[in-house]
């Protein structure tokens, strides 16, 4: 999600794969958020990368990216799918999902929302066996959501396994003003990755700008009921950004500033 | 010369400020050697640059900054003046100028000449003083090249000062096989930064590809009378370039090999 400059580096430095698969979401056309695409592209081009990359975005990143490979003739090795961002779900693959919401920024603009699939409830080995069911290829059956027959008898899944498991939900607002409609989009996430520029001493600024303050980031995170709050795209002005995580804080406890190449466990739901 | 992804950090680490005459030249529109204008503009503009920059490159680098600056909305707070390189001598200031060469690689691309003019000779105050010329306004005049009048004698600069010193001549090759109009254009620099993509044991792919081996930069350096060559733009299949910088050291031995951030003195010419 949002390619600044020099994201290469942090990408091969984090052991992130230059030939797997690979889906880049970019929220808006700032240079901020959406340079670092071509070194990321051109360094993969010369890995010999071959499996398509998906891109989605505003439809001017379409052109953008077009122009520029002409022009500098970085002599892609695969293929841009390249999904235009608009509102609601853009990608839908087998285990998860990408939706988007417009937001409130000073060129067109989206929040992502990453959303994993369902999954299976958990499998019960004991009531399987108290049903004559024998462990092996028709636990397995049971497991993918098919039912067995054991001697005539119908076995369901739902006879042996718990209820499905929710997926995890990840949002990323990109650049914004806080809004009522991002407040439902995201609500229940497990993760929300908000625009923080400013801290409230500077809110005024953050009105102009169009960017929020750590203290409407928290607000929203509250009133969206999520998980955890990571504080992002700090202003420079800020020599340290404990003033603004503390302020996020006082308003919604589980909240983190983001750091280069921080590494996050989000734990699978039960 | 040239902005590699990044180098606005290497820029602001360097101490360079953001906001003093600056002149960038582009040897060819290869992302390795572009990308980074974009970012080192923006935050140009971020820290509210008021002096024009001087950008000179291939008029396709034009294009593609005027349509990524409307796409990325970047506003510039400051004047851009293009200047399409060609060859010979395309900027010619007071105390220096720069010429282009064309080079020989995959695309439009050029090398580039900076040169300082040359400096007024040695003041001799001792002489200045036996011709009865007193301390104060008329040595400056003289040593501004200018005569003055000592109770009805005409003094010339000559007089009371040494021969003209030359300035001094550093060479950049950007990406390039070697060619003997090379050899002439960078004649007697003081420094040479060559091309030295490739090892002599890769020097087929050094054609492939149209880059110059470490040996082949040194060959060039030779006959051009440098003072010092500076190999740069190692492939990245390298661990290490001392085996490049053994080769080349064993035709020229004045070779160092780029770094990043690395400074070099340049000892002005008596």
Redesign the interface.
């Known amino acids: 999600m949002d390619c600044g400059?020099?994201m290469?580096?942090q990408f091969l430095s984090m052991g992130l794969g230059l030939n797997r698969k690979t889906t880049i979401a970019i929220t808006h056309?700032?240079?901020?958020h959406?340079?670092?695409i071509?070194?990321l592209l051109?360094t993969m081009a010369?890995s010999q990368r071959t499996l398509p990359v998906t891109i989605i975005g505003p439809s001017?990143l379409k052109?953008?990216l077009e122009?520029?490979f002409e022009?500098?003739?970085?002599g892609l090795t695969f293929d841009l799918n390249f999904i235009y961002a608009k509102e609601g779900i853009v990608l839908n693959e087998k285990e998860y999902s990408i939706k988007c919401i417009r937001t409130v920024h000073?060129?067109e603009s989206y929040g992502y929302l990453f959303a994993e699939k369902e999954r299976p409830g958990r499998f019960y080995p004991e009531k399987a066996l108290e049903l004559g069911v024998p462990e092996g290829r028709k636990w397995s059956i049971l497991q993918h959501g098919r039912p067995v027959f054991v001697r005539g008898k119908k076995i369901l899944p739902s006879m042996v396994m718990g209820k499905k498991r929710a997926g995890r939900k990840i949002g990323y607002s990109g650049d914004t003003r806080p809004a009522e409609r991002l407040v439902k989009f995201y609500t229940c996430s497990d993760v929300l990755i908000f625009d923080s520029t400013f801290s409230f001493k500077d809110r005024r600024r953050a009105e102009e700008r169009m960017h929020s303050t750590s203290y409407e980031a928290a607000l929203l995170a509250k009133r969206a009921r999520v998980g955890m709050l990571i504080l992002t795209h700090f202003s420079?002005r800020y020599r340290s950004v404990l003033p603004l995580l503390k302020e996020a804080r006082s308003i919604f406890p589980n909240t983190v500033a983001a750091k280069d190449g921080m590494v996050l466990e989000i734990p699978q739901k039960e």
Do not use: M, N, P, Y
């Open positions: 400059e020099g290469q580096r056309l700032h240079g901020d959406v340079i670092g071509l070194g051109q010369l001017k052109d953008w122009f520029t022009t500098i003739g970085i000073s060129t420079a």
